[in-house]
């Protein structure tokens, strides 16, 4: 029989066996539940800073956060690179029906738009289904306000409305376009987003309306009816500001050179609490190489978590670190992006755009190679697939990107809305996701696999 005072002992000892045992990747999924560090950092993110839009003092705050939460875990080489980035003023907004039914119509600008003259305009709508539409109508939308009626097809097909349709209208003389929120869902609640002008016409305020006040003015249309409205928005363009991605590594043991990185980006759109887009995917990688690093786990090559800037309307993050890094993009074995939301990872897509098809087959089967690393998580895809808006500029370039492919099932129903919120997010998603990414990025950093 064991003496009782040697119990203490044997369970230490037996504690220890079992967790030198485990692998690493159930070592990382019992840490992540057990502590929940990502829902705390999106809960003090959402909650203590809110909104991120590029030149704001909230994307400034959110900066100095992030790089104090990587030196807090012990990251090295922790620091800031700078990039310029625009500023985007929202300014007082508002819509309302005159005719025929007048009521406050709910709108967001959209990001880049300019205002209205002073004391706003007011004109006759004319709804469209299509740019096809418009190029039919040309010349009578002249002096009016041209919506873009467009029901939510996926956001790929969709959102060329909400970024060319006030260019579009403007080609032929509108004086104002109004854009269907890209999404399937309202609520009452607009959807904001980046438009685009084309130099040749005249810049026209721009701004998103519900999906609901969108087939209430086509069924008017349809009707007979003259539909009227009155538009004001202050937006404005400011010189661009400072900005900076935020950089931490977990320094590799034997191939410190060789580089995997971890990014989600920092900046959301001025309304909500930018939770789904991007602070889970921001809080995500931070927790996986957390993990890591708390684990005692040494990767043989580096992971670098990279935050981005200005993801939202410039993509100006992504494109100084290609610049900056331009002589080390050949090392850099793969670049991990999470930016669909905070529901559970599905997939890991490898992106590369350099490499023959059937350089890409033998590519996934390496890749595929290493998912036993993804055994505790349950079905999870490896295939090939996109990557990510900030990793782009250096997924051009020859490096691999792997785009992190969440369920995203209600992701834009409140994409860039009012509503999203951190109160949407699910504590274990996050805590699966974060073990999940470092996990495969784990087995990627121990191993030799090239994509290139």
């Given at each position: 029989m064991t003496p009782l005072r040697c119990l203490p002992l044997l369970l230490v000892s037996l504690t220890l066996g079992a967790q030198g045992s485990q692998k690493p990747a159930e070592r990382l999924r019992s840490e992540a539940f057990r502590t929940h560090g990502a829902y705390t950092d999106l809960a003090w993110l959402c909650d203590r800073i809110g909104p991120r839009l590029s030149g704001s003092p909230q994307l400034d705050q959110a900066i100095a956060w992030a790089q104090a939460r990587m030196k807090a875990a012990g990251f090295a080489n922790v620091h800031l690179e700078p990039a310029m980035v625009p500023h985007w003023v929202r300014g007082r907004e508002s819509a309302e029906m005159l005719l025929p039914t007048p009521h406050r119509l709910n709108i967001l600008g959209l990001g880049g738009s300019v205002g209205t003259p002073e004391g706003g305009l007011t004109a006759d709508v004319v709804v469209v289904g299509s740019f096809d539409e418009l190029d039919k109508l040309g010349g009578a939308v002249k002096g009016k306000i041209v919506l873009f009626d467009v029901p939510f097809q996926g956001y790929g097909h969709t959102v060329v409305y909400r970024h060319d349709g006030a260019a579009k209208a403007a080609k032929y003389g509108a004086v104002a376009a109004l854009?269907?929120?890209?999404?399937?869902?309202?609520?009452?609640?607009?959807?904001?987003?980046?438009?685009?002008?084309?130099?040749?016409?005249?810049?026209?305020?721009?701004?998103?309306?519900?999906?609901?006040?969108?087939?209430?003015?086509?069924?008017?249309?349809?009707?007979?009816?003259?539909?009227?409205?009155?538009?004001?928005?202050?937006?404005?363009?400011?010189?661009?500001?400072?900005?900076?991605?935020?950089?931490?590594?977990?320094?590799?043991?034997?191939?410190?050179?060789?580089?995997?990185?971890?990014?989600?980006?920092?900046?959301?759109?001025?309304?909500?609490?930018?939770?789904?887009?991007?602070g889970a995917g921001t809080v995500t990688v931070l927790e996986a190489a957390r993990l890591i690093q708390a684990l005692g786990l040494k990767p043989r090559r580096t992971l670098r978590v990279v935050l981005w800037t200005n993801e939202e309307?410039?993509?100006?993050?992504?494109?100084?670190?290609?610049?900056?890094?331009?002589?080390?993009?050949?090392?850099?074995?793969?670049?991990?992006?999470?930016?669909?939301?905070?529901?559970?990872?599905?997939?890991?897509?490898?992106?590369?755009?350099?490499?023959?098809?059937?350089?890409?087959?033998?590519?996934?089967?390496?890749?595929?190679?290493?998912?036993?690393?993804?055994?505790?998580?349950?079905?999870?895809?490896?295939?090939?697939?996109?990557?990510?808006?900030?990793?782009?500029?250096?997924?051009?370039?020859?490096?691999?990107?792997?785009?992190?492919?969440?369920?995203?099932?209600?992701?834009?129903?409140?994409?860039?809305?009012?509503?999203?919120?951190?109160?949407?997010?699910?504590?274990?998603?996050?805590?699966?996701?974060?073990?999940?990414?470092?996990?495969?990025?784990?087995?990627?950093?121990?191993?030799?696999?090239?994509?290139?």
């Amino acid at each position: 029989m064991t003496p009782l005072r040697c119990l203490p002992l044997l369970l230490v000892s037996l504690t220890l066996g079992a967790q030198g045992s485990q692998k690493p990747a159930e070592r990382l999924r019992s840490e992540a539940f057990r502590t929940h560090g990502a829902y705390t950092d999106l809960a003090w993110l959402c909650d203590r800073i809110g909104p991120r839009l590029s030149g704001s003092p909230q994307l400034d705050q959110a900066i100095a956060w992030a790089q104090a939460r990587m030196k807090a875990a012990g990251f090295a080489n922790v620091h800031l690179e700078p990039a310029m980035v625009p500023h985007w003023v929202r300014g007082r907004e508002s819509a309302e029906m005159l005719l025929p039914t007048p009521h406050r119509l709910n709108i967001l600008g959209l990001g880049g738009s300019v205002g209205t003259p002073e004391g706003g305009l007011t004109a006759d709508v004319v709804v469209v289904g299509s740019f096809d539409e418009l190029d039919k109508l040309g010349g009578a939308v002249k002096g009016k306000i041209v919506l873009f009626d467009v029901p939510f097809q996926g956001y790929g097909h969709t959102v060329v409305y909400r970024h060319d349709g006030a260019a579009k209208a403007a080609k032929y003389g509108a004086v104002a376009a109004l854009v269907r929120s890209v999404g399937p869902v309202s609520l009452d609640t607009p959807h904001t987003g980046v438009m685009g002008y084309d130099p040749a016409y005249p810049k026209i305020p721009t701004a998103s309306v519900t999906l609901e006040a969108s087939t209430q003015m086509r069924r008017m249309q349809d009707r007979g009816e003259q539909v009227r409205v009155h538009l004001e928005m202050g937006a404005q363009t400011l010189p661009d500001v400072p900005s900076a991605n935020v950089v931490g590594e977990i320094r590799g043991t034997e191939k410190p050179e060789e580089v995997v990185i971890l990014s989600g980006h920092l900046d959301s759109w001025d309304v909500g609490q930018g939770a789904q887009d991007d602070g889970a995917g921001t809080v995500t990688v931070l927790e996986a190489a957390r993990l890591i690093q708390a684990l005692g786990l040494k990767p043989r090559r580096t992971l670098r978590v990279v935050l981005w800037t200005n993801e939202e309307n410039g993509l100006r993050g992504g494109l100084a670190y290609r610049d900056a890094h331009r002589a080390e993009l050949g090392n850099i074995v793969a670049a991990f992006e999470s930016d669909s939301g905070s529901e559970r990872i599905k997939s890991f897509g490898l992106d590369l755009r350099k490499a023959t098809p059937e350089a890409r087959t033998a590519a996934l089967a390496s890749l595929k190679g290493l998912a036993s690393s993804l055994e505790p998580f349950g079905s999870i895809d490896v295939r090939l697939g996109g990557s990510g808006a900030d990793v782009s500029p250096m997924v051009a370039e020859g490096v691999p990107g792997i785009g992190v492919g969440h369920a995203a099932t209600h992701y834009f129903d409140i994409h860039h809305t009012q509503a999203d919120t951190f109160d949407k997010v699910d504590k274990d998603d996050l805590a699966f996701n974060a073990a999940a990414l470092a996990s495969f990025a784990f087995a990627l950093a121990q191993s030799d696999v090239k994509f290139q």
